[in-house]
């Protein structure tokens, strides 16, 4: 029998950080550790680089039906930069296991590996399963977009490894996070007259996003998670403190909602800015996909019902952050987010997860993927 605390302790020992840019195979380690473990115990597993010798692990056990259900998590984690524990020396205290990545999202992988151990042991296998651990899911989610121009068949469904205190998420936000650069003229500070303030420029555009832009958005408003917002997250600009600047750059986060497409809002942000001010609103730097999942999917009403005979909440919840499952879901494949520990844990100086809920959370996991169909 597989024992899920030892399995989170040893993929919570591994370091995988994100190396955000730079050329690093950070999350090798653990890719290969997982399909040493699934191999081990009869499954089918490989590994497959994305990209600076990064790669992804996929572990398949076959079932009666060729057609897989995907269970996918990350296999990288943040920093450990200002953490109050020994990152990588996980510990049991008060039937929480701490360490870095332990909340997100290794507990996930820990309990989805435990769950198809199980199948593997005991059958019956009706679905074939087939379970990913990608890579770069905190940067810019290359793992998941290397998975999805893999050679994996669509399938029938998918559970994403997130920490959601065990409830079943089926919509979140997008995003679109661009820099708006504010253009003036260069000059004596002394001499200001006649001349365009980049800093001044930017200060119109901000309040104009805060006071007009933002507060326009709320017509657009999803059941499950509310407005799309806009936050002005950094500024920069200025050449010295007796230079009139010639620039200046403010970056926004632009979070969206089901229906808006993340390209589309930038190209009106685009038209709507430049049109008034002289600014250049650059390009996007990060587009992400929300997530609107209907409830009503035989997938997700088998994901729900797995739910309640554990006693847990089955009602549909929409969350603020994003995940790799919006990405699984522009494929047409139906996506839910569900797994152990909650979102304020994940990033903490003291991560942790509660192991009261990794092992109610493999016995779900394990139901639906012992379910054939739809109960009725």
């Not at 050329?23 to 997982?34: C, G, M, Y």
Request: contains cysteine; hydrophobic residues 40%.
């Amino acid at each position: 029998m597989v024992d899920p605390v030892e399995l989170l302790a040893d993929l919570v020992r591994i370091p995988s950080i994100n190396p955000r840019d730079r050329a690093e195979p950070a999350e090798t380690a653990l890719a290969e550790h997982i399909a040493e473990w699934a191999s081990a115990r009869g499954m089918l597993a490989r590994t497959e680089e994305v990209l600076d010798g990064r790669r992804n692990v996929v572990v398949t056990l076959p079932g009666d039906h060729e057609r897989p259900l995907l269970l996918e998590s990350h296999l990288d984690t943040v920093e450990t930069d200002g953490m109050a524990i020994a990152p990588f020396e996980p510990e049991v205290r008060d039937d929480r296991l701490h360490g870095r990545g332990s909340c997100d999202a290794k507990a996930s992988l820990a309990v989805f590996l435990t769950a198809m151990a199980r199948l593997a042991e005991r059958g019956p296998r009706p679905r074939t399963v087939v379970l990913a651990g990608v890579v770069d899911e905190e940067h810019l989610y290359r793992g998941v977009t290397a998975l999805r121009r893999s050679d994996l068949p669509k399938p029938t469904g998918a559970i994403i490894g997130e920490p959601t205190e065990l409830r079943m998420v089926v919509a979140h936000k997008g995003c679109m996070r661009c820099r708006i650069e504010a253009r003036g003229d260069a000059g004596h500070s002394s001499q200001p007259w006649g001349r365009t303030n980049a800093i001044e420029v930017a200060a119109e555009v901000v309040r104009h996003l805060q006071q007009e832009h933002a507060p326009g958005l709320v017509h657009l408003t999803r059941p499950l998670v509310g407005p799309p917002s806009l936050a002005v997250t950094m500024i920069g600009g200025g050449q010295g403190p007796n230079v009139l600047p010639d620039s200046c750059v403010v970056t926004i986060d632009r979070r969206t909602v089901g229906g808006e497409d993340p390209h589309e809002v930038w190209a009106q942000l685009r038209a709507e800015l430049e049109g008034r001010w002289p600014v250049v609103v650059h390009e996007p730097h990060i587009v992400d996909y929300s997530l609107e999942t209907d409830p009503a999917d035989p997938f997700v009403r088998s994901v729900a019902a797995g739910l309640r005979e554990s006693g847990l909440d089955a009602e549909p919840l929409g969350v603020g952050y994003g995940t790799d499952a919006s990405k699984i879901a522009l494929d047409g494949v139906p996506a839910v987010v569900f797994g152990p520990g909650s979102i304020a844990n994940a990033h903490t100086a003291d991560e942790s997860v509660p192991l009261g809920e990794v092992r109610t959370a493999i016995d779900v996991v394990e139901r639906v993927l012992r379910t054939e169909g739809v109960p009725a």
